[in-house]
C-alpha cells in the first residue's frame, strides 16, 4: 500500500511523541548536568567516510545510493557511532577530551534483533553518549555510570547493566579456525550445541587448548560469572588474566557509585552490537523488556581510522524501544 511507510519504518505521533520526547529531554538534562554536549552529525554519510576503520562492521545493515549530485555513494546511518568518532577526529582537535551526545533517527538494512521494541522495525531513535581521551577505567567508570543512571532516571524497574570484555573473547578464541566475529555470532546465539561443535572443530585440530574450549563451552552456558573469573586465575593465558582484572575492577568501582541504585554485574557471553568495539562492553536489561534496553563499550581503534588515536567509550539506546517498553 503506498499510503504507508516503507516496511520496517513507522509514524510517530500523538502520546507515542510527546512521550519520547518527555524522554529525550530527560536524557539530555541528565547528560548535560554530567557535562556532555550536544553534537547533531547528518542523516547522510559518505560510504567511504562511515566505514573508516572499525565503521566496517556496520556494512551488512548500511543502506547505500548514488548521490545525483555526483557526490559518489551515499550511505543512510545505521549507527552515529562514527559520525560522531568522525567529528571528535576532525572538527573538535584542540580539545584533549571530549564528552558528546547525540540523539536522531538511524535506519537499519534489516531489523535488530539484539535490542528491545518492534521486531520488525528497521528504523530506532538512537540516545547516546560517547567520551574520548580518557583512557582505561575512567572513562569506562564515567559511561557505564552515565548509563545506568539513563535507565534509572527513564523510570525501569530493576534496571541491570551486564559487564563483559572483547579481550576475554579473544585470547580464548586465538588460534581458532573461526574468526572472532564468527565467535561473536556463536555466542549471540546462546546454543551450546552449536559451540560445541565449532569447539569439536578446533580441538580436533589442535588449534585450542582443552583449557580454552573448556571456557567457551562455560560461557555459553551462562556459568561465567565473577567467581568463575576468579577460578581461571593462571589457567588460560596472561592477556585473559589482565583482561579479568580490568573488569572485576571496573565493576567494583561502578558498584560503589551506583549505590544500590542499579544491579552490575559481571557477565562474560555479554557480545557486543557491532564488533568495533575491543574492550570492556556491556548491556541494559530490566524488567519491563526481554531484549536489552542499550549497548555499549570501548572501541579505541575506530579513532585512529579517522587520523586522530585517541581512547573512546559510549553507549547508545533506542528510544522508540524505551519508549514502548515503558508505556
Not at 535490542?115 to 528497521?122: I, L
Not at 571496573?250 to 544500590?260: C, K, S
Request: proline share 3%; charged share 20%.
Amino acid at each position: 500500500m503506498h499510503n504507508r511507510p516503507v516496511y520496517g519504518l513507522e509514524d510517530v505521533f500523538g502520546v507515542e511523541a510527546k512521550a519520547l520526547r518527555r524522554l529525550q529531554f530527560a536524557l539530555f538534562a541528565l547528560f548535560e548536568e554530567s557535562g556532555f554536549s550536544e553534537v547533531i552529525p547528518p542523516f547522510l554519510e559518505r560510504q567511504s567516510t562511515l566505514m573508516l576503520g572499525a565503521g566496517k562492521f556496520l556494512a551488512d545493515q548500511t543502506l547505500v545510493f548514488t548521490d545525483p549530485a555526483d557526490t559518489g555513494q551515499l550511505a543512510i546511518r545505521p549507527d552515529m557511532t562514527p559520525q560522531i568518532a568522525r567529528i571528535a577526529a576532525t572538527r573538535m582537535c584542540d580539545e584533549a577530551v571530549l564528552k558528546l551526545f547525540y540523539s536522531g533517527t538511524v535506519i537499519l538494512a534489516r531489523p535488530d534483533s539484539s535490542m528491545a521494541g518492534n521486531a520488525a522495525s528497521r528504523q530506532q531513535w538512537q540516545t547516546g553518549v560517547e567520551c574520548f581521551g580518557l583512557a582505561g577505567s575512567d572513562g569506562d567508570v564515567e559511561v557505564i555510570r552515565l548509563a545506568a543512571q539513563s535507565m534509572y532516571t527513564a523510570g525501569f524497574h530493576q534496571p541491570v547493566l551486564m559487564i563483559g570484555h572483547m579481550q576475554l573473547l579473544k585470547s580464548l578464541t586465538e588460534g581458532s579456525s573461526l574468526s572472532l566475529e564468527g565467535w561473536v555470532q556463536l555466542m549471540y546465539r546462546r546454543s551450546p550445541e552449536d559451540v560445541q561443535t565449532q569447539l569439536d572443530v578446533d580441538l580436533a585440530r589442535g588449534s585450542l587448548s582443552q583449557q580454552q574450549a573448556g571456557a567457551l563451552a562455560d560461557i555459553v552456558r551462562g556459568m561465567a560469572n565473577v567467581e568463575w573469573l576468579q577460578q581461571q586465575k593462571g589457567q588460560i593465558n596472561e592477556a585473559f588474566d589482565q583482561s579479568s582484572d580490568e573488569l572485576q575492577q571496573l565493576v567494583e568501582i561502578t558498584q560503589r557509585e551506583m549505590q544500590g541504585k542499579v544491579d552490575i554485574c559481571i557477565d562474560i557471553a555479554v557480545m557486543p552490537r557491532f564488533l568495533y568495539h575491543t574492550g570492556m562492553v556491556f548491556s541494559g536489561f530490566s524488567g519491563d523488556a526481554s531484549q536489552a534496553l542499550l549497548h555499549g563499550g570501548r572501541y579505541d581503534a575506530m579513532m585512529a581510522a579517522h587520523g586522530r588515536d585517541m581512547p573512546a567509550t559510549g553507549f547508545s539506546c533506542d528510544l522508540w524501544a524505551w519508549v514502548h517498553a515503558l508505556h
